[in-house]
T-cell receptor, first 113, second 117 residues
Framework: EDKVVQSPLSLVVHEGDTVTLNCSYEVTNFRSLLWYKQEKKAPTFLFMLTSSGIEKKSGRLSSILDKKELFSILNITATQTGDSAVYLC?????????????FGKGTKLTVNP | GAVVSQHPSRVICKSGTSVKIECRSLDFQATTMFWYRQFPKQSLMLMATSNEGSKATYEQGVEKDKFLINHASLTLSTLTVTSAHPEDSSFYICSGSSGAASYNEQFFGPGTRLTVL
């Protein structure tokens, strides 16, 4: 059974701190790994990673994938209160022609002022 | 990015009634639409995948006779929760994929909060 595990499940930090969120996976057919930010509604896309060792950056957020060890990390530097959200990791694991996304349970990040 | 809308955003209904949720891709043709369910403090769980014009493929444990999915056009899919019960109360999210790129990015709708009394 395909599985995506995120850690920690929750994290509380102060503004300005740097955080690292982890995502490990076990899937039969890996195509890509995606990070999403979910506030009150549907997830918003952050990154898609397909190749090992290539860091993707967007402002204070960055992410990297290790396909050998089957994990990814999402880093957020100089955190702000607006970064408070649930961060979801998902793996695209096509099955039988279906573009299936398998989600982890998410890491709930709380950034206190 | 591509936009997906859902309607209604929130619905409260009595036990035993049926509820229909619409998912529309506004500026692209969604050859594939996905329906997810998210219980409080849980992750998104895929319920079913539907391709336009064909029957939906349901994930294990999801009752296809209870959760009716119709994907009649490239811009509209509907999920009908039949004979809803309180345990069906959840956040339902759809996503659409155009299938146009090698990476079939899924664009998520804003979600529908269903509360069954």
């Amino acid at each position: 059974e395909d599985k995506v595990v995120q850690s920690p499940l929750s994290l509380v930090v102060h503004e300005g701190d740097t955080v690292t969120l982890n995502c490990s996976y076990e899937v039969t057919n890996f195509r890509s790994l995606l990070w999403y930010k979910q506030e009150k509604k549907a997830p918003t896309f952050l990154f898609m990673l397909t190749s090992s060792g290539i860091e993707k950056k967007s402002g204070r957020l960055s992410s990297i994938l290790d396909k050998k060890e089957l994990f990814s990390i999402l880093n957020i530097t100089a955190t702000q209160t607006g970064d408070s959200a649930v961060y979801l990791c998902a793996v695209e694991a096509p099955q039988g022609g279906s573009e299936k996304l398998v989600f982890g349970k998410g890491t709930k990040l709380t950034v206190n002022p | 990015g591509a936009v997906v809308s859902q309607h209604p955003s929130r619905v409260i209904c009595k036990s035993g009634t049926s509820v229909k949720i619409e998912c529309r891709s506004l500026d692209f043709q969604a050859t594939t639409m996905f329906w997810y369910r998210q219980f409080p403090k849980q992750s998104l769980m895929l319920m079913a995948t539907s391709n336009e014009g064909s029957k939906a493929t349901y994930e294990q444990g999801v009752e296809k006779d209870k959760f009716l999915i119709n994907h009649a056009s490239l811009t509209l899919s509907t999920l009908t929760v039949t004979s809803a019960h309180p345990e069906d109360s959840s956040f339902y999210i759809c996503s659409g994929s155009s299938g146009a790129a090698s990476y079939n990015e899924q664009f998520f709708g804003p979600g529908t909060r269903l509360t069954v009394l």
